[in-house]
């Protein structure tokens, strides 16, 4: 098992910049594909981005690409989402999660067995 934590959430202006950071326990982090998730109130939970478990594979939602870069370290047992040009849609609770299993694609919520408790970001306009 792994356990995830977030941290680096907050309040930020339009144009502004965040670092999100993912610990992530256990000694085998480096086979889990890690994802990151945001929910909206009211909504559901949606796809960011996700990278492979060597950190040689990445995919981003169309609506945060060019914007978002999503890495790991595997050293470290941390994933990181660094976001810029943030907008006021991007406010959303957002999490980390991993899974090391094989799956086709890696975009859809049940595709991961572990998950953080969430952190909050909020973009103001």
């Known amino acids: 098992q792994v356990q995830l934590v977030e941290s680096g959430g907050g309040l930020v202006q339009t144009g502004g910049s965040l670092r999100l950071s993912c610990a992530a326990s256990?000694?085998?982090?480096?086979?889990?594909?890690m994802g990151w998730f945001r929910q909206a109130p009211g909504k559901e939970r949606d796809f960011v981005a996700f990278?492979?478990?060597?950190?040689?594979?990445?995919d981003y939602a169309d609506s945060v690409k060019g914007r978002f870069t999503i890495s790991r370290d595997n050293a470290k047992n941390m994933v990181y989402l660094q976001m810029n040009s943030l907008k006021p849609e991007d406010t959303a609770v957002y999490y980390c999660?991993?899974?090391?299993?094989?799956?086709?694609?890696?975009?859809?919520?049940?595709?991961?067995?572990?998950w953080g408790q969430g952190t909050q970001v909020t973009v103001s306009s």
């Open positions: 999660a991993g899974t090391s299993s094989w799956r086709y694609e890696y975009r859809g919520v049940a595709r991961y067995d572990y």
């Open positions: 990278v492979s478990g060597s950190g040689g594979t990445t």
């Open positions: 256990g000694r085998t982090f480096s086979r889990y594909t």
